[in-house]
């Protein structure tokens, strides 16, 4: 199973996605991901799978830093290529 949420400074979980299906659960990432309006704010975006991270987005993280700026390289997860740090991501379920 996979999870998909938007959780700020103090913890709080919002936003949140379940789902069996890797590609919805990359779409509802990557929507996450793609929110400016959130830019420059101490929020991370989310996605597990079974419970270990496959990726965090963080708002406030420079467009060049390649583990926590996901926005525009979510194809990278898409592939099941190699994340940096977080080793091989699987998409089947």
Known sequence: M???YLRD???????KTTTFDPQT????FEALVNRTDLDEQQVRAILLKE?????????DA????PIFFW???????RRGGS???LGTVVLDT
Not at 9 to 15: G, P
Request: proline share 8%.
């Open 2 to 4: 996979f999870k998909i």
């Open 9 to 15: 400074e103090n913890q709080l979980i919002t936003e």
């Open 25 to 28: 659960a990359f779409a509802a």
């Open 51 to 59: 419970g270990v991270p496959l990726a965090h987005h963080k708002f």
């Open 62 to 65: 420079p467009p060049s830093d």
């Open 71 to 77: 926005r525009g390289r979510i194809d990278k997860l």
């Open 83 to 85: 994340v940096h740090g």
